[in-house]
């Protein structure tokens, strides 16, 4: 009898440790009296156990050095100089939470002083929130515990009727740099990092000795490198010529950005030896130079990021005006309708979404007016942060489906009449944007980013948003995805039959309508789909497509009716034009002025545009 | 026939004209509202004319105005001026010569008052006006419960020097609010020891070498700030950077949103806005801006006693009244409306006090210093210069779209011409 061999996956890149107990667990048949399962299970369970005891063991315990951070505070609260700046200096290296929240309510008057029976006061904070006769109950910072009356009972007391513990521009600035020392060593990198750069600019020698130490145990890439930059600040402020030197070399290998000011004080300073200042100079100009290439990439960046937006916003309607040669003036409308849909999609992943209308008409005496009420997912962390992915395909879907509605009801009659299309489309638009006040009300509506398309990342100093790249990806794959339909599937071969010659195709039995319907779908979807990027870059309000109407069709134009191609050239370059003349003329509104004043003259060296396919007789 | 047909109607034109002339009950006093109800100001200008109607229905129910043992009813006479500069004008007129109203609360932006400035001084009417604004003007029949630059922009500029900023970026819109404005600041940073490469935004200079402009502007509704975020970032990178953002209406998002994206938190370089108060908050990304500076002579989140009865009644006539236009629901309450409820009580004071509805001596008690109302902002006082006392708050952006306070500076009094004073203590510096 032949026994069935046991079934084992390969487990390649065996992983080692604890993680590999777990996994080798998980991939070992489960047969009773195997010896491998067992003892693999029974190496997993230590590990875990280890490890949870190596987390007690290094969590803080909180009584005794607590308590100590607290009387340290209520004692520097109440003393004067110099015993309080010896108290906050130790404070300062304490690295307790606890001094950060009752340091940073003493710069805002939120520490109190309450008059006790004992002779000496008693610092305090208040409950956020104060009860209907605004008292709240109050918090010794020496304890931590409520502030409880001769009775027992916790004390209520009303901010009004106690004395701030005063506060100075000199307290507040001692303050802020113990709340900074404390920052260097917080347990969320962007604070470290904006600690060390407030440090380093504050040009006092004193947080040398607390830089350098935190540099010694630093790990995170970026926090040391401010670190090494902060530090090098300081030493600028040294007398000795050597130290000072070294520092300036330091930041200009480095390319220190915010160093630049005080390099080029320094240059310009008389106190400084000849060889410090000189060396000043050079590195203020490399990091001038730095500076310039910076903006060079970070404009080219922000070009492309431009043109994206351009190019999704005008490709639906390169292929509605360009493919089927119908004016669609209601093209910023369908923009619109996918970024309400990313806001739908939003609060349904929120907390829900209600409407109601109220028709100016009466019916039988009453108001006629109806109402809807979506109820809400309340989801929270990952899954509401998903709503954006969920959203993007929505976008598309619905402002096709509008399509699809304005295409069967209006478009279908007019192929033949341009003229009469772009009246007939205004009017739907001004239609499509009173309906988005009734249902969403006259004002804007808030559309926040998730969590993964916030922030940027810097190479090189360049800084790049995460929510433009995202742009700039899906612009370049959403034509791909288009040509791809366009060039290699048959129904991209129906529509450029019937772009070709409408009659011709309907003879060799091409459905010409059906065609015609699904191509203006898929354009509006387009256009919704970059209203749902849109939503995450600007604001959405009814006014939305007004404002990107004309830009679509000025890309589309200049890249020459017609052309995919064209309009991908055509969008990336007014993009890049127009950030590079805002870069080097200084204003917004020139810029665009020039590039308008451009495309007017080429259109009338080219009135084709880029890539003429057919001349822009509407015929 | 005929001829009794032409009795009975003249019995009936007698009869309606005395009843007309019976006083049934008490009288009432016109007043005039001038406000943009359609229009791109139509999204502010209407909370203005809820809280007027709120005012007038609290002071009706509670009795009316007693001038010379005469009881008067507030009569709302409400007209839209439609964000149309010039039909402002018009729709004044309309007001001071047919409906003969006895007072106007109106206007939101300046160009708005200052084309309705020469009918009120041709037509010796009043007008109270609520809203912040750059100040170098004073009318006589003009009262100005609004913040004055140095009730706003001045307060804001000193707590970001106590706070230890030195270097700041003047950013706006492109008219004459923020142009004014960015000016005085100017002068003011110079004055204060900022030095000139340390205000950011760009110069503009006349033929002589003046500085006429000062600061970065972009037109209304303007989306791409990229480049200027990209500018603000370079310019705090040296740390100890604050950026003074005048940008009005909805440019502020994409604005907010790129500030955003580039990592600018607030504690490294603040942004104080001068137009942004909690009716605009809830259209704007609250996340985005939490730990943002703003200056008013208000917020709702204001602990005191009067306010929050203030807000309550608020709440309570919202639920009851049936103004057609009213938006029940998400209202809130922000400085140029508790400035427009302050209008018109002051005003009501001031006639009690002179006893007459008549410009010219309610003029005179209001300049008189002595009418002053315990408002939810606190006590205001309008001096002769025809500007109010106000106490002045910096709060800090709540992710719920409120303010949190954090400076309070108490009674300033409003001075409207400042580029004068600025100018000839700069020269003296010099």
Not at chain 1, 7 to 19: A, D, F, L, M, S
Not at chain 2, 310 to 328: D, I
């Amino acid at each position: 009898m032949i026994l069935p061999s046991p079934q084992r996956t390969i487990v390649r890149n065996r992983p080692k440790g604890c993680q590999g107990a777990w996994v080798l667990a998980a991939h070992a048949p489960l047969r009773w009296g195997s010896l491998k399962v067992g003892l693999s299970w029974a190496l997993a369970g230590v590990c875990c156990s280890s490890w949870l005891g190596a987390i007690a063991a290094t969590a803080p315990s909180p009584a005794p050095a607590e308590k100590a951070v607290r009387q340290e505070l209520s004692r520097a609260i109440l003393a004067e100089d110099p015993e309080r700046a010896r108290l906050l200096n130790e404070i300062a290296h304490s690295g307790s939470t606890i001094a950060q929240e009752v340091l940073t309510a003493w710069t805002r008057d939120g520490v109190y002083l309450y008059d006790g029976s004992g002779a000496a006061k008693i610092p305090l904070l208040l409950e956020e929130t104060p009860d209907s006769e605004g008292k709240a109950r109050a918090i010794r910072i020496d304890t931590g515990r409520f502030l409880a009356g001769p009775d027992g009972h916790d004390l209520r007391l009303a901010a009004a009727d106690l004395g701030a513990a005063d506060t100075d521009m000199k307290l507040r600035q001692t303050v802020q740099r113990a709340l900074d020392t404390l920052a260097l060593a917080d347990p969320n990198p962007e604070t470290r990092r904006s600690a060390a750069s407030k440090l380093g600019n504050s040009a006092k020698p004193q947080y040398l000795a607390v830089l350098e130490d935190r540099l010694a145990i630093e790990s995170h890439g970026e926090v040391r490198r401010t670190l090494g930059e902060a530090i090098a600040l300081l030493h600028l402020a040294d007398t000795n010529p050597a130290v000072q030197l070294q520092a300036v070399r330091g930041l200009a290998a480095a390319n220190a950005l915010g160093a630049y000011d005080v390099l080029k004080r320094l240059a310009a300073s008389t106190n400084a030896s000849p060889e410090v200042t000189r060396a000043a100079d050079l590195a203020a100009r490399s990091i001038a130079l730095h500076l310039d290439w910076v903006n060079f990439f970070g404009t080219v960046f922000r070009g492309l990021s431009l043109g994206s937006i351009l190019l999704v916003v005008a490709l639906g309607l390169a292929i509605t005006f360009g493919l089927m040669n119908i004016i669609n003036m209601a093209h910023g409308e369908m923009i619109a309708v996918g970024a309400y849909t990313t806001y739908l999609i939003q609060n349904l992943f929120g907390a829900g979404f209600a409407f109601s209308i109220a028709l100016p008409l009466r019916l039988w005496g009453k108001p006629l007016a109806f109402g809807l009420h979506l109820p809400g997912l309340n989801a929270s962390g990952g899954l509401y942060e998903s709503y954006f992915l969920v959203a993007l395909p929505l976008s598309f879907f619905t402002a096709a489906a509008a399509g699809l509605v304005l295409e069967r009801t209006v478009v279908r009659f007019l192929y033949r009449r341009p003229l009469e299309s772009l009246l007939a489309t205004w009017g739907v638009s001004l239609v499509m944007q009173q309906l988005f006040r009734m249902v969403f009300g006259a004002n804007n509506v808030q559309v926040s980013s998730p969590a993964w398309l916030q922030g940027n990342f810097t190479i090189n100093d360049v800084m790049f948003g995460y929510n433009r790249v995202f742009v700039i990806v899906f612009a370049v794959l959403i034509v791909l995805g288009t040509w791809f339909m366009l060039a290699k599937t048959r129904r991209g071969l129906l529509i450029r039959a019937v772009m070709q010659n409408r009659d011709m195709a309907a003879c060799l039995g091409v459905r010409a309508d059906h065609v015609n319907l699904m191509t203006f779908a898929f354009g509006s979807g387009l256009a919704g789909l970059a209203g749902a990027f849109l939503s995450q870059i600007g604001n959405v309000g009814p006014g939305l497509g007004q404002s990107y109407i004309v830009d679509s069709f000025m890309t589309v134009v200049v890249g020459g009716v017609g052309s995919i191609v064209g309009t991908v050239y055509s969008a990336v370059g007014i993009g890049t034009t127009d950030q590079i003349l805002q870069q080097a003329l200084g204003s917004p509104v020139l810029g665009k002025i020039i590039v308008l004043g451009a495309i007017i003259l080429f259109l009338q060296w080219k009135p084709g545009g880029l890539f003429p396919t057919r001349n822009r007789g509407l015929d | 026939m005929k001829y009794q047909l032409k009795l009975l109607k003249l019995l009936a034109l007698a009869c309606v004209s005395t009843c007309g002339g019976l006083s049934l009950g008490a009288e009432t006093i016109k007043v005039g509202v001038l406000h943009s109800l359609s229009g791109t100001m139509a999204i502010s200008e209407t909370s203005l004319r809820d809280t007027l109607l709120f005012a007038f229905d609290e002071i009706n129910h509670a009795g009316g105005i007693k001038v010379g043992g005469t009881t008067y009813t507030i009569e709302p006479v409400i007209v839209d001026g439609s964000s149309n500069w010039p039909l402002f004008a018009e729709k004044a007129k309309q007001l001071l010569e047919e409906d003969k109203v006895a007072v106007v609360f109106g206007c939101w932006t300046s160009v708005s008052r200052k084309s309705v400035l020469p009918v009120f001084e041709k037509d010796n009417g009043l007008l109270f006006y609520p809203v912040q604004y750059e100040g170098e003007e004073l009318s006589k029949n003009i009262f100005y419960t609004a913040e004055a630059v140095n009730q706003q922009a001045t307060p804001a500029v000193d707590y970001l020097l106590k706070l230890g900023k030195k270097k700041f970026y003047l950013l706006g819109t492109d008219y004459v609010y923020p142009q004014t404005t960015n000016l005085i600041l100017y002068k003011y940073l110079l004055l204060h020891g900022i030095a000139l490469g340390d205000i950011g935004g760009g110069l503009r200079k006349d033929a002589d070498g003046k500085v006429i402009s000062a600061g970065k502007y972009t037109p209304f509704g303007h989306t791409d700030y990229q480049q200027i975020v990209a500018e603000i970032k370079q310019f705090a990178a040296s740390g100890d950077a604050c950026v003074i953002n005048t940008i009005n209406g909805d440019s502020n998002v994409p604005f907010f949103k790129e500030i955003a994206a580039a990592g600018l938190n607030p504690s490294d370089c603040p942004v104080v806005s001068f137009s942004l108060a909690e009716d605009e908050l809830r259209a704007l990304p609250t996340k985005d801006l939490v730990g943002e500076l703003g200056c008013w002579t208000y917020f709702m989140s204001l602990p005191s006693r009067e306010n929050k009865q203030f807000l309550a009644r608020w709440n309570a006539w919202l639920k009851t009244e049936n103004y057609s236009g009213v938006v029940k629901e998400k209202r809130a309450m922000d400085s140029p409306m508790v400035l427009s409820y302050d209008g018109v009580y002051l005003w009501k004071a001031a006639v009690e006090a002179a006893g007459t509805f008549a410009v010219d001596k309610v003029r005179d008690t209001l300049e008189s210093g002595s009418v002053t109302f315990d408002g939810p902002g606190g006590k205001i006082t309008m001096l002769k210069n025809h500007h109010a006392t106000k106490n002045v708050y910096i709060g800090e952006t709540k992710a719920n779209g409120q303010f949190k306070i954090v400076k309070d500076f108490p009674q300033v009094e409003g001075e409207p011409f400042l580029l004068k004073g600025l100018d000839e203590k700069l020269s003296a510096m010099k």
